[in-house]
């Protein structure tokens, strides 16, 4: 069982940043890859980002890309995403899972057993 925690979410003006932390727990995070989603009012969550287990490999929404870095640390089991140039279109909340299936479609949020609650980003014009 993986437990997810996120953090650093908040209000930003455009062109601001801030980095989001996920604290994972109840298994050891180099096991499994992780992904970052958001989903905004009224709209599906999509995908943003994902990093490999262990190599970490990255991959990017392309409307991110260039913006947003993910990364990890393995000894800490954390993840982090460092969100910079934010557009009030990157408002949403912001879910960390975790791929403990090896995933074919990592894009897919329905594939994904372990969520974390949630973080809000807002960011204003």
């Known amino acids: 069982q993986v437990q997810l925690v996120e953090s650093g979410g908040g209000l930003v003006q455009a062109g601001g940043s801030l980095r989001l932390s996920c604290a994972a727990s109840g298994g050891t995070s180099s096991n499994y890859a992780m992904a970052w989603f958001r989903q905004a009012p009224g709209k599906e969550r999509e995908f943003v980002a994902r990093?490999?287990?262990?190599?970490?490999?990255?991959d990017y929404h392309y409307s991110v890309k260039g913006r947003f870095t993910i990364s990890r640390d393995n000894a800490k089991n954390t993840m982090y995403l460092q969100m910079n140039s934010l557009k009030p279109e990157d408002t949403a909340v912001y879910y960390c899972a975790a791929d403990t299936s090896r995933l074919s479609d990592y894009r897919a949020a329905k594939g994904y057993d372990y969520w974390g609650q949630g973080t809000q980003v807002t960011v204003s014009s």
């Open positions: 990093i490999s287990r262990s190599l970490g490999i990255t």
